[in-house]
């Protein structure tokens, strides 16, 4: 089951070509598809050969062959992790039952929305990062980039086939919809606000796959242990691809971090303004993209209580984070969970019902992930002998979503006015001058081997390929 | 594998470099007997468990998970060691070679049989089969370690370089008398070179391909043959004496010789008829080159079928004159090898390497990999294993295949073979 079928005109593990309807199907969505690629893919690389990963089976061995792939060529295409036919339902009401293998119909509008909100957000990122390209500092971050972009495609192609096997008519509607709404579009945009942000420049784009791509994991994470088989064996291979997406974003934001260090060092200096008179990104403005992030990200995991959360986690749908490594009931009717409140113009704590808290639970597994890549970046800037720390910010800075949406808190945690937030937002968040230096940084390095000023070179290459390997070819 | 109990026994130990590590847990998840655990800080290997699969290595997404350490057997490095570590420790000073094992062209430095396999694996996981041909004969392995060594006797030692060059490249013939010493064609020995290190310590064996086939360098004796090349200096052009190759060129016929092997069960020829062998080498590394158009070439006397398939050979060197086997090959007929030199260093005529010549022959090259029962054998310099995909990869692309598919396929099925040092 494992190998894929290439002379199929879409590669698969799943037997496409003994079930007609769904592979005519899906024959139809495929040209809409690369139109959608060739329209609002990478701006003006489509000619490129790039050293691109392609997957050719889901072991091992097979998931990672590299080679020079013209984009539009890349093989996208339908890849389930190997069936385990005695998997349960491992949480909720349906805990001990046999998973299964077709949407129960009490569930499916349910199950349809989750997928095509997950779905909805892979295209949504190859749309905010197309014109990154143009930009790139240098021939192996543009490679990734691309990896990235195709990867994501992959990715809605493995929620277009859930759609298409098992929601019939409804479920192409929502194909062809996932490829008709556009990031940012002000008529029919992307479902979820970070999707319609901007990614204008390379610091963006890292501290999007860091903190954004993360919670694109922990989504996944939560959906491999759903009691939809079709759904846990789907997310669970889109999760090995999904890790060189953080990569990306972990190293990139860390390699910007060793430059300026490293310039300070030279300069002997943390004036910020002497820092960017050098070409580098001073770290205050680092802390405050930081920010930005990941508040805008941490709304991606919805209210804090939400009874949708808890109906979803009660039907067996979409579990926790390592649902399965967890040693409790799986079902949490007696358990209760602590969310942020305001009381008396000051946060509290308050305990719900763990079942509605659910988002909140996912959230805070989030954080306590994304703080471990900061603490290693703040490594960086240690060993470099600077006493700087990043810092994420508090839960309830700068959030749009749940009960902690409309009020005022400092990155530190404490509740103040408006008027104070306001005068002190230029401090947290990335201000229009912060994102027009950044801007005036981005010039196109593609030479290979050369890095832009601002950032410093990886310390190894991709599959073993030196730094200086040729990973895009120009033609 | 042998297993290593010994207490001075060097073994490589399986590292997970904190620094680069994401924490992603696609190791963990991958790893198919649980070998890989993970704290609030790190992820680690543990080092009674891994059995140096490589399954987890093409899914990390950094690199960090590529790191073989050699430690002393008792002594490595404990998953709650790992857990404290901010960085990767430094590499035992004491097992780093006295004279830079990897110059020593044709070789590769194997402490132990462990060793071999990490290092042959390690080094070309990525891009060449772990399996043999199908058709390939059963190799036996590691039947003589570092704990039972085999005596073999020398009974020739030619040179195979014009006398005019620097280039001092040896072909030996060792005799291993009434000893079972079975081997196939791509296998390959270690000799432990006599004496101590400046550390008192014995010095490790060096890996040296077999240049003679399964039958022997004279036909139906107990005997091998090998290709060394005398290492004077290192990569970067200094002065250094290889303690191993100068041994085996400076020995005389009568001399003994501490061996350990054979190793190798991948890099193995295939014996089907009109299996098509493709041979891309420099230097030393044609070893098993020649001994697998040996091998072709007797049962071609012999009038045996599978000599029906085509043999083609991409043989690089400096100059003509530091070709080993330069004369020889000359004298086989051509319509039973295609022979394509490349020389880098020809006084007045452009450098030309392997793939230069291969890139010549793009059309035949195609028509080979097109045929299914086309096998390819790379023996040489690290450095030429990337041009050599190149020009396979733009072979495949000018015939309409898709590269990536078909060197899946080709690792897959055992048809693609990497070694390079």
Same mark, same amino acid.
């Given at each position: 089951?494992?190998?894929?079928?290439?002379?199929?005109?879409?590669?698969?593990?799943?037997?496409?070509?003994?079930?007609?309807?769904?592979?005519?199907?899906?024959?139809?969505?495929?040209?809409?598809?690369?139109?959608?690629?060739?329209?609002?893919?990478?701006?003006?690389?489509?000619?490129?050969?790039?050293?691109?990963?392609?997957?050719?089976?889901?072991?091992?061995?097979?998931?990672?062959?590299?080679?020079?792939?013209?984009?539009?060529?890349?093989?996208?295409?339908?890849?389930?992790?190997?069936?385990?036919?005695?998997?349960?339902?491992?949480?909720?009401?349906?805990?001990?039952?046999?998973?299964?293998?077709?949407?129960?119909?009490?569930?499916?509008?349910?199950?349809?929305?989750?997928?095509?909100?997950?779905?909805?957000?892979?295209?949504?990122?190859?749309?905010?990062?197309?014109?990154?390209?143009?930009?790139?500092?240098?021939?192996?971050?543009?490679?990734?980039?691309?990896?990235?972009?195709?990867?994501?495609?992959?990715?809605?192609?493995?929620?277009?086939?859930?759609?298409?096997?098992?929601?019939?008519?409804?479920?192409?509607?929502?194909?062809?919809?996932?490829?008709?709404?556009?990031?940012?579009?002000?008529?029919?945009?992307?479902?979820?606000?970070?999707?319609?942000?901007?990614?204008?420049?390379?610091?963006?784009?890292?501290?999007?796959?860091?903190?954004?791509?993360?919670?694109?994991?922990?989504?996944?994470?939560?959906?491999?242990?759903?009691?939809?088989?079709?759904?846990?064996?789907?997310?669970?291979?889109?999760?090995?691809?999904?890790?060189?997406?953080?990569?990306?974003?972990?190293?990139?934001?860390?390699?910007?971090?060793?430059?300026?260090?490293?310039?300070?060092?030279?300069?002997?200096?943390?004036?910020?303004?002497?820092?960017?008179?050098?070409?580098?990104?001073?770290?205050?403005?680092?802390?405050?993209?930081?920010?930005?992030?990941?508040?805008?990200?941490?709304?991606?995991?919805?209210?804090?209580?939400?009874?949708?959360?808890?109906?979803?986690?009660?039907?067996?749908?979409?579990?926790?984070?390592?649902?399965?490594?967890?040693?409790?009931?799986?079902?949490?009717?007696?358990?209760?969970?602590?969310?942020?409140?305001?009381?008396?113009?000051?946060?509290?704590?308050?305990?719900?019902?763990?079942?509605?808290?659910?988002?909140?639970?996912?959230?805070?597994?989030?954080?306590?992930?994304?703080?471990?890549?900061?603490?290693?970046?703040?490594?960086?800037?240690?060993?470099?002998?600077?006493?700087?720390?990043?810092?994420?910010?508090?839960?309830?800075?700068?959030?749009?979503?749940?009960?902690?949406?409309?009020?005022?808190?400092?990155?530190?945690?404490?509740?103040?006015?408006?008027?104070?937030?306001?005068?002190?937002?230029?401090?947290?968040?990335?201000?229009?001058?912060?994102?027009?230096?950044?801007?005036?940084?981005?010039?196109?390095?593609?030479?290979?081997?050369?890095?832009?000023?601002?950032?410093?070179?990886?310390?190894?290459?991709?599959?073993?390929?030196?730094?200086?390997?040729?990973?895009?070819?120009?033609? | 594998?042998?297993?290593?109990?010994?207490?001075?026994?060097?073994?490589?130990?399986?590292?997970?470099?904190?620094?680069?590590?994401?924490?992603?847990?696609?190791?963990?998840?991958?790893?198919?007997?649980?070998?890989?655990?993970?704290?609030?800080?790190?992820?680690?290997?543990?080092?009674?468990?891994?059995?140096?699969?490589?399954?987890?290595?093409?899914?990390?997404?950094?690199?960090?998970?590529?790191?073989?350490?050699?430690?002393?057997?008792?002594?490595?490095?404990?998953?709650?060691?790992?857990?404290?570590?901010?960085?990767?420790?430094?590499?035992?000073?004491?097992?780093?070679?006295?004279?830079?094992?990897?110059?020593?062209?044709?070789?590769?430095? !194997?402490?132990?049989?462990?060793?071999?396999? @990490?290092?042959?694996?390690? +080094? /070309? %996981? *990525?891009?060449?089969? =772990?399996?043999?041909?199908?058709?390939?004969?059963?190799?036996?392995?590691?039947?003589?370690?570092?704990?039972?060594?085999?005596?073999?006797?020398?009974?020739?030692?030619?040179?195979?370089?014009?006398?005019?060059?620097?280039?001092?490249?040896?072909?030996?013939?060792?005799?291993?008398?009434?000893?079972?010493?079975?081997?196939?064609?791509?296998?390959?020995?270690?000799?432990?070179?006599?004496?101590?290190?400046?550390?008192?310590?014995?010095?490790?064996?060096?890996?040296?391909?077999?240049?003679?086939?399964?039958?022997?360098?004279?036909?139906?004796?107990?005997?091998?043959?090998?290709?060394?090349?005398?290492? !004077?200096?290192?990569?970067?052009?200094?002065? @250094?004496?290889?303690?191993? +190759? /100068? %041994? *085996?060129?400076?020995? =005389?016929?009568?001399?003994?010789?501490?061996?350990?092997?054979?190793?190798?069960?991948?890099?193995?020829?295939?014996?089907?008829?009109?299996?098509?062998?493709?041979?891309?080498?420099?230097?030393?590394?044609?070893?098993?080159?020649?001994?697998?158009?040996?091998?072709?070439?007797?049962?071609?006397?012999?009038?045996?079928?599978?000599?029906?398939?085509?043999?083609?050979?991409?043989?690089?060197?400096?100059?003509?004159?530091?070709?080993?086997?330069?004369?020889?090959?000359?004298?086989?007929?051509?319509?039973?090898?295609?022979?394509?030199?490349?020389?880098?260093?020809?006084?007045?005529?452009?450098?030309?390497? !392997?793939?230069?010549?291969?890139?010549?022959?793009?059309?035949?090259?195609?028509?080979?990999?097109?045929?299914?029962?086309?096998?390819?054998?790379?023996?040489?310099?690290?450095?030429?294993?990337?041009?050599?995909?190149?020009?396979?990869?733009?072979?495949?692309?000018?015939?309409?295949?898709?590269?990536?598919?078909?060197?899946?396929?080709?690792?897959?099925?055992?048809?693609?073979?990497?070694?390079?040092?």
């Amino acid at each position: 089951m494992s190998s894929i079928n290439y002379n199929e005109k879409i590669p698969n593990n799943v037997n496409l070509s003994e079930d007609r309807t769904l592979q005519r199907a899906l024959e139809h969505w495929q040209p809409n598809y690369r139109k959608w690629w060739n329209e609002m893919g990478p701006e003006g690389s489509q000619d490129f050969d790039v050293y691109l990963r392609t997957a050719t089976s889901v072991d091992p061995q097979g998931w990672a062959s590299f080679g020079y792939v013209k984009m539009p060529d890349y093989r996208w295409g339908i890849f389930l992790n190997p069936r385990d036919v005695e998997r349960q339902v491992n949480f909720g009401e349906h805990k001990g039952e046999k998973a299964w293998q077709d949407v129960p119909g009490e569930h499916r509008a349910n199950l349809r929305r989750i997928i095509v909100t997950q779905g909805d957000t892979e295209p949504a990122s190859v749309e905010q990062q197309r014109y990154l390209g143009l930009t790139a500092p240098s021939m192996y971050d543009l490679r990734n980039l691309f990896q990235v972009n195709v990867e994501e495609g992959r990715h809605l192609w493995a929620m277009v086939y859930l759609l298409h096997k098992h929601f019939g008519r409804d479920g192409r509607e929502e194909a062809e919809a996932l490829l008709e709404r556009n990031s940012g579009d002000q008529d029919n945009p992307r479902i979820l606000a970070a999707f319609n942000e901007k990614t204008p420049d390379w610091l963006s784009f890292y501290m999007f796959t860091y903190f954004t791509d993360r919670d694109g994991k922990f989504q996944l994470c939560a959906l491999a242990e759903s009691g939809f088989d079709p759904l846990a064996r789907t997310t669970k291979f889109m999760l090995t691809e999904e890790a060189h997406h953080m990569f990306v974003g972990e190293s990139g934001v860390s390699r910007v971090i060793q430059r300026t260090c490293e310039v300070m060092n030279q300069l002997k200096t943390d004036d910020a303004a002497r820092l960017r008179e050098a070409g580098v990104i001073d770290l205050e403005t680092i802390q405050r993209y930081l920010n930005f992030h990941f508040s805008v990200t941490i709304d991606l995991f919805g209210a804090d209580e939400s009874s949708n959360a808890a109906t979803f986690y009660n039907t067996g749908l979409k579990g926790r984070y390592e649902e399965t490594k967890r040693d409790d009931d799986h079902k949490l009717y007696d358990r209760t969970y602590n969310v942020l409140a305001v009381q008396d113009g000051r946060l509290v704590e308050r305990s719900v019902p763990m079942l509605n808290a659910l988002n909140e639970v996912l959230r805070d597994d989030y954080i306590k992930d994304s703080v471990g890549g900061v603490n290693r970046w703040n490594k960086v800037i240690e060993k470099a002998g600077i006493s700087f720390r990043l810092k994420t910010p508090h839960k309830a800075f700068n959030r749009s979503i749940g009960t902690l949406s409309g009020i005022f808190v400092s990155p530190e945690g404490t509740m103040m006015s408006e008027a104070e937030w306001v005068r002190r937002e230029r401090d947290w968040l990335p201000t229009s001058e912060d994102r027009a230096f950044v801007a005036s940084l981005m010039g196109r390095v593609v030479e290979p081997g050369k890095f832009a000023n601002w950032i410093a070179p990886p310390v190894m290459g991709i599959n073993r390929q030196p730094v200086d390997f040729e990973y895009v070819r120009f033609n | 594998m042998a297993t290593i109990e010994q207490a001075q026994v060097i073994k490589k130990q399986h590292l997970i470099d904190p620094e680069i590590c994401i924490r992603c847990n696609t190791c963990e998840e991958t790893c198919p007997i649980d070998a890989i655990t993970h704290d609030g800080t790190n992820y680690v290997v543990k080092p009674d468990v891994c059995n140096h699969c490589m399954a987890c290595v093409a899914p990390c997404p950094t690199g960090a998970i590529d790191n073989w350490q050699p430690v002393h057997a008792e002594k490595m490095y404990s998953i709650d060691e790992q857990y404290t570590w901010d960085e990767l420790p430094a590499p035992l000073a004491l097992d780093v070679p006295d004279t830079p094992a990897v110059a020593d062209a044709g070789t590769t430095d !194997v402490n132990t049989e462990a060793d071999a396999e @990490v290092t042959i694996q390690g +080094s /070309n %996981y *990525v891009a060449g089969s =772990q399996i043999p041909p199908w058709s390939a004969s059963h190799s036996y392995t590691n039947l003589y370690g570092t704990r039972n060594v085999v005596t073999a006797t020398v009974s020739g030692n030619y040179r195979l370089t014009d006398d005019a060059s620097d280039s001092d490249i040896r072909h030996v013939v060792l005799d291993f008398g009434d000893a079972p010493f079975p081997v196939l064609e791509g296998q390959s020995i270690g000799i432990i070179p006599p004496g101590t290190d400046a550390g008192e310590r014995l010095h490790h064996a060096r890996q040296y391909s077999l240049a003679s086939p399964r039958d022997g360098e004279r036909p139906r004796y107990n005997n091998v043959s090998i290709t060394v090349k005398r290492v !004077v200096q290192d990569y970067d052009g200094n002065a @250094v004496k290889g303690v191993c +190759s /100068n %041994y *085996v060129c400076d020995l =005389q016929k009568g001399d003994k010789v501490q061996v350990i092997g054979p190793f190798g069960h991948t890099f193995l020829m295939p014996n089907h008829p009109g299996a098509n062998i493709i041979m891309i080498c420099t230097g030393t590394g044609s070893a098993p080159m020649r001994a697998m158009t040996e091998r072709r070439r007797r049962k071609h006397l012999e009038g045996q079928g599978d000599a029906r398939g085509k043999l083609m050979l991409f043989f690089g060197a400096r100059c003509k004159e530091e070709l080993p086997y330069f004369g020889p090959l000359n004298k086989l007929p051509k319509d039973f090898i295609d022979i394509n030199f490349a020389f880098s260093r020809t006084p007045g005529q452009p450098k030309k390497y !392997v793939q230069d010549v291969m890139r010549e022959r793009l059309p035949d090259l195609l028509a080979l990999l097109k045929d299914e029962d086309t096998y390819i054998y790379v023996c040489g310099v690290k450095g030429m294993e990337s041009g050599v995909l190149d020009v396979l990869q733009e072979a495949a692309t000018a015939g309409g295949m898709v590269w990536p598919e078909l060197h899946a396929t080709l690792r897959q099925k055992g048809r693609l073979h990497l070694e390079t040092y």
